[in-house]
């Protein structure tokens, strides 16, 4: 139990200058800027599923916690959060390099998923903004008001601290309880349903990839190199594990709850589909 519970502390800790720089933007913008600038904010988001797939490929979780926010605030559009969130990079990396897989695989992975991202992203996008063509391009949003808390009054640096703590404090729970919950099934448990269903091994992967933690990215790599998922399946699993992002969606964009599930489900569909479209063929 001790050990679980550090994890989660090193998880959360981990996060807090992200969320910090973040918010710290988010409130910068909503006090500092104009208008007209943040209409030229939400127009450059076009190129934003290109940009968040490049930043999000860096190895980390703490990007897609960060986007999450920015979307929340209306600040970067549905297609660059779900490109992000594709592309991120996390525990993948170091796993790798730590059992010696070969340099040239882990890149070809990686340059999939920014791929992957980057195509995925700018179709989501190019999808929405069809659907919602007649209306009203959203304002940013200012997250002191969603939240009714006022603490803007007191300044962008304290309000960016009081979002962070807030959010901090509901991402250790959350982690916590995800972190309970994989030692009580045990990654044994989990091995062994998929060597024993292995045709589903993207539709698997891809679940375990939802799981809002890192240690998703870790039970999926471990997986690979152990011979109980193909490369496909590795690539569908790591395509849906967005780290803590969908934590943070659920919670800083919790009035709209039916637009979070369809981020999911997006997510979880194009995770699947790319797996078995990579199985197809011959990666």
């Given at each position: 139990?001790?050990?679980?519970?550090?994890?989660?502390?090193?998880?959360?800790?981990?996060?807090?200058?992200?969320?910090?720089?973040?918010?710290?933007?988010?409130e910068y913008i909503e006090n500092k800027t104009s208008s007209k600038m943040k209409e030229k904010i939400q127009k450059a988001g076009k190129f934003g599923p290109?940009?968040?797939?490049?930043?999000?490929?860096?190895?980390?979780?703490?990007?897609?916690?960060?986007?999450?926010?920015?979307?929340?605030?209306?600040?970067?559009?549905?297609?660059?959060?779900?490109?992000?969130?594709?592309?991120?990079?996390?525990?993948?990396?170091?796993?790798?390099?730590?059992?010696?897989?070969?340099?040239?695989?882990?890149?070809?992975?990686?340059?999939?998923?920014?791929?992957?991202?980057?195509?995925?992203?700018?179709?989501?996008?190019?999808?929405?903004?069809?659907?919602?063509?007649?209306?009203?391009?959203?304002?940013?949003?200012?997250?002191?008001?969603?939240?009714?808390?006022?603490?803007?009054?007191?300044?962008?640096?304290?309000?960016?601290?009081?979002?962070?703590?807030?959010?901090?404090?509901?991402?250790?729970?959350?982690?916590?309880?995800?972190?309970?919950?994989?030692?009580?099934?045990?990654?044994?448990?989990?091995?062994?349903?998929?060597?024993?269903?292995?045709?589903?091994?993207?539709?698997?992967?891809?679940?375990?990839?939802?799981?809002?933690?890192?240690?998703?990215?870790?039970?999926?790599?471990?997986?690979?190199?152990?011979?109980?998922?193909?490369?496909?399946?590795?690539?569908?699993?790591?395509?849906?594990?967005?780290?803590?992002?969908?934590?943070?969606?659920?919670?800083?964009?919790?009035?709209?709850?039916?637009?979070?599930?369809?981020?999911?489900?997006?997510?979880?569909?194009?995770?699947?589909?790319?797996?078995?479209?990579?199985?197809?063929?011959?990666?």
């Open positions: 139990m001790l050990e679980i519970l550090l994890d989660a502390v090193i998880d959360t800790v981990k996060l807090i200058p992200f969320l910090f720089v973040t918010y710290l933007i988010m290109l940009i968040g797939a490049m930043v999000g490929i860096i190895p980390q979780c703490g990007f897609s916690a960060s986007a999450t926010n920015l979307y929340a605030s209306r600040i970067i559009s549905i297609g660059t959060l779900i490109a992000v969130y594709l592309a991120t990079s996390d525990e993948m990396i170091p796993i790798f390099i730590s059992e010696g897989m070969p340099i040239g695989l882990l890149l070809e992975i990686l340059a999939i998923k920014l791929i992957l991202g980057v195509f995925f992203g700018f179709l989501v996008d190019f999808i929405f903004r069809k659907i919602n063509k007649n209306k009203k391009q959203e304002e940013i949003v200012d997250i002191c008001e969603e939240e009714h808390c006022h603490c803007h009054e007191k300044g962008i640096v304290k309000a960016s601290l009081t979002h962070t703590i807030n959010i901090t404090i509901y991402i250790f729970i959350i982690t916590l309880a995800i972190n309970c919950l994989i030692a009580l099934v045990g990654e044994e448990t989990i091995e062994m349903f998929i060597r024993n269903n292995a045709f589903l091994g993207p539709v698997v992967a891809s679940l375990i990839g939802l799981i809002p933690n890192c240690a998703a990215s870790v039970i999926i790599t471990n997986l690979y190199i152990d011979n109980v998922l193909n490369l496909a399946s590795l690539i569908a699993g790591l395509l849906t594990g967005a780290g803590v992002g969908l934590i943070v969606l659920f919670r800083t964009n919790k009035k709209h709850l039916k637009e979070n599930l369809t981020i999911m489900g997006l997510i979880y569909v194009i995770g699947v589909i790319s797996g078995w479209g990579l199985q197809l063929i011959g990666i």
